[in-house]
């Protein structure tokens, strides 16, 4: 896709809005235009008063054109008043080229309810959020209604945070096999699962020396994740040694949530979920992702739906205080029929936890070598799937609590998790609305450093530290006596020591 820009904006922003309308699109600088390459112009001006856009959009012979304009206004920050203005334009343009109304409007963030949650601590009332979304972000009533409803879950969760919390993310980053849709750092050939063993000695140095920095610091650990990839790919020894060296660190009965993302039907046993309980693990994943043995052969996944019952029943044998499931909406050979029989099923099981996922397509999944044409702008029916699995699940009696959305999502539609009351997925809201710091280990993992309360005006600031992205590569170099100086440099910075 070719853009042209007249005046002060934000491109990424931009290619953000355009991928709504041409998901999957790219922005080469020096690309040639050939007479189906989507071409956009957008001016901007301001005078002090108000911000003024103009989006040109031509795809083939058609062209669409709209000007739009927000006023400069006290608490909107100038950046958010031209974002407003050039969102506006381009959701216009794009949405009489295509003939498609997003259901998100210009809300293109990972976290839609973010600008909801804004509104409510400023303290607009719930309708008014609502009708605001509507008429300067375009979002439909029924997606104003869910990001206002998660918003007001996620305030209730988050409390009152404090500088001293923090929560623990520990990564596995293998699986026994690759679905056709993963992206996910995540190893399954022989030579590197051979690396598991070597891995976990290192792994739990490195969550002894995070444990280490939480105490000098003074730090509360409100909860602890081990992610993956899968985590029961581990043998049950694997799984008690990890699983010992957190609880010789902390006191597992003070956490509030300990989570093990169990995962994959096919890796869990009575015997690695006795060793989650005896080490306190409050919360499992067991996810289907579906039901339809169709589907699941289509996408890869290793397992049938009767492994899917199987596990799940050893889950909830197993004495564990909470148990998700994770479906996804809109997968390759997936229907609304199909779809919705899955989720009928799963909430018969009654877990405490349901999470639906919009299917998302990564550029580096499998996937994309054999389906050419996945991306979608509309998405088919997934929108009927993801209506029918919030309907249904209200129905339920589970609740939304928490959301996020991705690039190039089939529909341009939301991932949301579902819970029973009192039993939200808490690592999940505090490391998506990013409350507090999350201490990370293992390849591919992520610790972001966060001051809350970094001013009177609630800006959050933020720093990352990446570990290497590899296994092979965390285990050559061992850069945690480093991350741990960074740990320790940032909170003596801030004044959170």
Not at 151 to 167: L, T, Y
Not at 255 to 268: C, N
Not at 315 to 335: F, H, M, V
């Amino acid at each position: 896709m070719k853009l042209y820009f007249d005046g002060d904006i934000n491109q990424y922003y931009v290619q953000t809005l355009c991928m709504i309308f041409f998901p999957g699109a790219k922005f080469p600088e020096n690309e040639e235009i050939t007479p189906m390459t989507p071409v956009l112009w957008l001016t901007l001006t301001c005078d002090g008063e108000r911000a003024t856009a103009t989006a040109k959009l031509q795809l083939g012979d058609r062209t669409a054109e709209s000007t739009k304009e927000s006023l400069f206004r006290e608490g909107v920050t100038a950046e958010r008043t031209k974002k407003l203005a050039i969102g506006a334009a381009v959701i216009a343009a794009g949405s009489e080229l295509m003939r498609y109304k997003p259901s998100w409007g210009m809300l293109v963030g990972v976290r839609p309810s973010k600008v909801a949650m804004e509104m409510l601590n400023h303290g607009m009332s719930k309708t008014r959020v609502k009708k605001t979304l509507s008429s300067d972000y375009f979002v439909t009533p029924k997606k104003a209604g869910l990001a206002v409803d998660v918003a007001r879950k996620e305030k209730e969760i988050i409390g009152n945070p404090s500088k001293k919390d923090c929560s623990i993310y520990i990564s596995i980053p293998f699986c026994p096999s690759r679905c056709s849709y993963c992206s996910f750092v995540s190893y399954t050939s022989k030579r590197l699962l051979s690396l598991i063993p070597e891995y976990l000695i290192r792994l739990c140095e490195e969550i002894d020396r995070i444990f280490e920095t939480v105490r000098e610091l003074g730090l509360h650990v409100k909860t602890v994740y081990v992610g993956g990839g899968t985590p029961t790919i581990l043998t049950e020894q694997q799984m008690e040694i990890l699983l010992s060296t957190v609880a010789k660190n902390t006191d597992v009965d003070e956490l509030e949530e300990f989570t093990y993302e169990a995962g994959r039907p096919d890796t869990i046993t009575a015997g690695k979920l006795a060793i989650a309980k005896k080490f306190g693990v409050t919360r499992v994943s067991v996810n289907a992702q579906s039901l339809s043995e169709n589907v699941l052969t289509s996408i890869g996944r290793a397992h049938t739906a009767e492994d899917f019952y199987r596990a799940y029943h050893i889950a909830k044998e197993s004495g564990i205080r909470c148990i998700n499931t994770d479906l996804i909406a809109g997968l390759p050979g997936d229907r609304f029929s199909s779809f919705a029989a899955t989720f009928d099923k799963i909430v018969e099981l009654q877990p405490e936890n349901i999470t639906v996922h919009t299917f998302c397509v990564k550029k580096s999944a499998d996937i994309l070598r054999t389906e050419s044409h996945i991306y979608s702008i509309t998405g088919g029916d997934v929108g009927k799937c993801v209506d029918y699995s919030q309907l249904r699940a209200l129905q339920a009696e589970y609740l939304p609590y928490y959301m996020y959305r991705q690039k190039n999502t089939v529909g341009n539609f939301e991932n949301v998790g579902f819970a029973k009351e009192g039993y939200e997925g808490l690592y999940n809201v505090y490391m998506m609305e990013e409350v507090h710091t999350i201490l990370a280990a293992g390849a591919g993992a992520v610790t972001k450093l966060v001051d809350y309360h970094a001013d009177q005006n609630g800006k959050i600031e933020i720093d990352r530290i990446f570990n290497d992205k590899y296994p092979y590569e965390y285990l050559n170099d061992d850069k945690s006596r480093k991350n741990q100086k960074m740990i320790l440099d940032y909170y003596q910075k801030h004044g959170m020591e």
